[in-house]
Every structure is written in C-alpha cells, then in structure tokens.
Nanobody, 127 residues
Framework: QLQLVESGGGLVQPGESLRVSCAFS????????IGWFRQAPGKEREGLAC????????NYVDSLKGRFTISRDNARSTVYLQMNNLMPEDTAVYYC????????????????????WGQGTQVTVSS
C-alpha cells in the first residue's frame, strides 16, 4: 500500500527558507507524479506545484512567483518542496500527494487528480 509521509515543517520567521520532504513507500516512486498542496485554517486546500514521474516537467501555480521549487530524488524515494522568502500567508499544513504518471506525463497541481495523500506537516511563518 502506498504511503506518503511529510516532514520538515516548523516555525520560521518571515523571509526565511524551509524545505519540506515527502517520503514515498509501498511502490516505485518513478512511476508516480507528485504534487504539493497546502491548507490554511478556514481555507480550501490549494495546489502549489507538481513534478512528473521522472522529473521532466514541473508545474507551479502562478501565485508562488518563483519562491517555491519542487524536486525529486527517485533513488531516495523522496520529493522536496524548497520554500524561500516565506511570508505569514504561507502558514498552512503542507501535503504531498501521488498519482500514477506513466512515461513522465504532464501533471497539474489539482487535488482531484491525485489519489494518495500524506498526513501533512505544519509550516508556521511568524515573527
């Protein structure tokens, strides 16, 4: 059974950086596209970025304006989200999700297109 476990969240100050990780198990990561999402209190889950199964395509939502970078290491079965210049409005629970993505096919960071989810890691940006 597929399992995704997020880690690396925490409390940071505005302007700082943080990298969250998504550990994948129960399958071969190279067969799956991975997306990162977040949900702030009282708000709907928001798609941030996704990366195709072999890393050939990365897709970001425009609102991130280049602050976030998604990457993957299939040999380590881990996907990362590097977040720079964090702002208080980035405070949320961050989730990764997986979906089968054959032949490095294009992905979109849309929650409905991902079937397996992790439990999330809290990121708090505050001074």
């Amino acid at each position: 059974q597929l399992q995704l476990v997020e880690s690396g969240g925490g409390l940071v100050q505005p302007g700082e950086s943080l990298r969250v990780s998504c550990a994948f198990s129960g399958g071969t990561l190279a067969y799956y596209a991975i997306g990162w999402f977040r949900q702030a209190p009282g708000k709907e889950r928001e798609g941030l970025a996704c990366i195709s199964s072999l890393g050939g395509t990365r897709n970001y939502v425009d609102s991130l304006k280049g602050r976030f970078t998604i990457s993957r290491d299939n040999a380590r079965s881990t996907v990362y989200l590097q977040m720079n210049n964090l702002m208080p409005e980035d405070t949320a629970v961050y989730y990764c999700a997986a979906e089968v993505g054959p032949e490095d096919s294009y992905c979109r960071p849309i929650a409905a297109e991902f079937g397996t989810w992790g439990q999330g890691t809290q990121v708090t940006v505050s001074s």
